[in-house]
């Protein structure tokens, strides 16, 4: 009977990790101006300006604040990328000639946010807060109703009814609208897709 010669088991390989990408301890997150509606394009204009200037060691990280909304449009739900701060782009970098020219000269930009010329970094930990706020789960409503606009009930017991809104709760997606019952006004809770504009 042949047995076959067992090969010893070889050791395992260590899996490989990407070495942490070390920042000099003078970068800083600056809040960069553009024109709003912009943001998206200047993010994209820095990031090919970044590879050709070969500024990749001074410029690391572009950020378009914004997070994620449900807009109600026509009746139906859309799913949409609101920015928090329209006309704002947070840049992670190293403050100098360079960099600043690069960042400074890209179609669209503005102005860095700062005292006077003088770009003023915001902490790490409003940037946090931002990144933190950006990442959340459960998407905001976001409704194009105003308090006190008459609007046409669509949908429920109460299709058809006029009404005006009373009040708009974009956590739940629902507005309180006053209806006239028998000559009284009673307040009526109703999601964003049961009521229209007039």
């Known amino acids: 009977m042949d047995t076959q010669p067992t090969t010893p088991p070889q050791p395992e390989t260590p899996p490989t990790v990407a070495p942490a990408v ?9 809040v960069v101006h553009t024109y709003s509606g912009h943001e998206n394009k200047v993010a994209t204009n820095l990031k ?3 590879e ?5 060691d001074r410029i690391f990280e572009i ?3 914004t997070r994620n909304t ?5 009746g139906k739900k859309e799913d949409v990328k609101e920015k928090i701060f329209p006309g704002y782009i947070l840049v992670k970098m190293v403050l100098g000639d360079e960099s600043w020219l690069a960042v400074r000269t890209t179609q669209g930009v503005t102005a860095f946010v700062g005292a006077g010329n003088k770009p003023t970094p915001i902490s790490e930990k409003e940037v ?7 990442a959340l789960e459960a998407p905001k409503y976001k409704a194009e109703f105003s308090v006190g606009e008459a609007v046409k009930i669509i949908d ?4 058809d009814f006029l009404g005006s809104i009373d009040s708009i709760d974009d956590a739940k997606g629902k507005v309180k609208v006053l209806v006239s019952i028998f000559g009284r006004e009673t307040p009526v809770e109703l999601d964003f897709l049961q009521v229209s504009k007039l």
């Open 156 to 159: 429920g017991p109460f299709a």
């Open 52 to 56: 050709t200037m070969k500024l990749e």
């Open 63 to 65: 950020v378009v604040p």
């Open 70 to 74: 449900v807009v109600v449009r026509h």
């Open 22 to 30: 070390i920042l000099p301890p003078n970068t800083r997150w600056y």
């Open 128 to 134: 946090a807060t931002i990144l933190k706020f950006m």
């Open 48 to 50: 090919q300006r970044i």
